[in-house]
């Protein structure tokens, strides 16, 4: 067997495999063996037709399909061991038959690659740092939100009702003079704009009073579900039974330490203050890193294979797809809302994609360049970490991890030392 390879366009690599007249003819003795249980000649038990009774009945190219394969099987990925530093596939090939006869086989094997990149600078090059404060208001709308949580809902009297407030009604609708399914209901839960109605129903209710019985005029929407309804003009006889508005609790010690286990309202509004900083801290270092990258990538060049960009669309159309199942809908309703068929959707995502492998073959390219990676060392020093924070013993905790975690941890300590790296060696201000 002879073999050349040549790089292709979009990185990819054509190999050209050429097997003499006994390799070739090998193959096809072994695809007999595999297949010859299929084939039936009257005389011969099934399975013990020779080979050249087959190629008699059948024509010597019944087995030439089956021997392509086997060959294949045979020899490609011994090429590619041979060839680890020059070729590494990151897809499937595919396969093309040059020339076949009795006297020998060439076919070819085209298969995308990792592609090479022209690293942009990464060194000396300046990064606009991103900050993000915390003022009093931030903090305040933290203790907003507390109160919020445990807010309670009374019942109030003495004043009509306005937005914001809870309300139980009945109503009755009709569509010239005629009432119609679903229009009525008693001691309906209405939140007032809310919008939880057709628009001029709840501002109807605001203003009236515990007791009282009025009617709304509305106009249904052009595109509302019910067709018999859409567009139509209908009057709403509603009659307002109560009124409920939210209660929030007094900010003391006694709340605060009841609810959040702080000693005081200034303690809690400290550790909230606290708390909101190391949060913009992560926030303002992910996205400077991010600019980092984007940076780098920016100032880079790589031909990428179709072939990593379809396998990156697929990964985020299958997170939208789980996204989706969490909130009770498939990925075929979605479309449908959307309006869309699935290759318009995956479409949309293809920039996307397109950025994400760059920047992951730019990362990729540092961490060679850079010999960047996680020593036994580090390891040990993380899972000693990662311990601690279990309370657990560092051999305890050893126990649980298994090889996935391992190569988690492991994926996590070089990403930081990248950035390191990366902060140490470019003016970020």
Do not use: C
Request: aromatic share 8%.
């Amino acid at each position: 067997m002879k073999y050349t390879y040549e790089s292709a366009e979009k990185s990819t690599v054509k190999i050209t495999i050429t097997l003499t007249e006994k390799e070739w003819t090998e193959a096809q003795d072994k695809a007999y063996e595999k297949t010859k249980a299929k084939y039936r000649v009257n005389g011969f038990r099934k399975g013990h037709v020779p080979k050249h009774v087959i190629d008699r009945m059948y024509g010597k190219e019944v087995f030439y399909e089956d021997a392509v394969n086997e060959a294949f099987g045979k020899y490609y990925y011994d090429i590619l061991q041979k060839e680890t530093e020059n070729i590494f596939p990151v897809d499937s090939p595919v396969i093309g038959i040059e020339k076949i006869d009795e006297k020998g086989l060439t076919m070819t094997a085209t298969v995308a690659v990792k592609p090479e990149v022209k690293i942009g600078a990464y060194k000396g090059i300046k990064i606009e740092k991103v900050e993000y404060n915390v003022n009093d208001d931030d903090v305040e709308t933290e203790v907003n939100r507390l109160l919020e949580q445990h807010a309670e809902d009374v019942s109030v009297e003495g004043r009509a009702a306005k937005n914001g407030d809870k309300t139980v009604i009945d109503y009755s609708g009709s569509v010239d003079g005629v009432k119609f399914d679903g229009g009525t209901a008693e001691k309906q839960n209405l939140t007032l704009g809310s919008g939880q109605f057709i628009p001029g129903f709840e501002d109807g209710v605001v203003g009236m009073n515990i007791g009282e019985t009025k009617d709304i005029s509305v106009k249904f929407p052009e595109d509302y579900g019910a067709k018999d309804l859409a567009g139509k003009d209908a009057v709403f006889t509603v009659t307002l039974r109560e009124i409920k508005e939210k209660k929030l609790p007094e900010l003391t010690d006694e709340f605060v330490k009841e609810k959040t286990g702080d000693e005081s309202v200034e303690a809690y509004k400290k550790a909230v203050r606290e708390r909101l900083e190391q949060a913009n801290a992560r926030r303002a270092k992910s996205e400077t890193e991010d600019k980092i990258i984007k940076a780098i990538t920016d100032a880079s060049e790589v031909e990428i294979p179709d072939a990593l960009i379809e396998r990156q669309i697929d990964n985020i159309v299958q997170n939208v797809t789980y996204q989706l199942m969490y909130s009770g809908m498939n990925l075929e309703t979605y479309l449908k809302y959307l309006g869309k068929t699935e290759k318009e959707f995956r479409d949309g995502y293809r920039a996307q994609a397109e950025n994400n492998v760059k920047s992951q073959l730019v990362i990729d390219k540092i961490l060679t360049d850079e010999k960047i990676e996680a020593t036994e060392e580090d390891m040990e020093k993380k899972i000693a970490e990662l311990a601690e924070k279990a309370k657990k013993t560092v051999e305890e905790y050893s126990k649980d991890v298994n090889d996935k975690q391992r190569e988690y941890i492991n994926n996590e300590i070089v990403i930081d030392k990248l950035f390191k790296f990366l902060t140490e060696n470019n003016e970020i201000a």
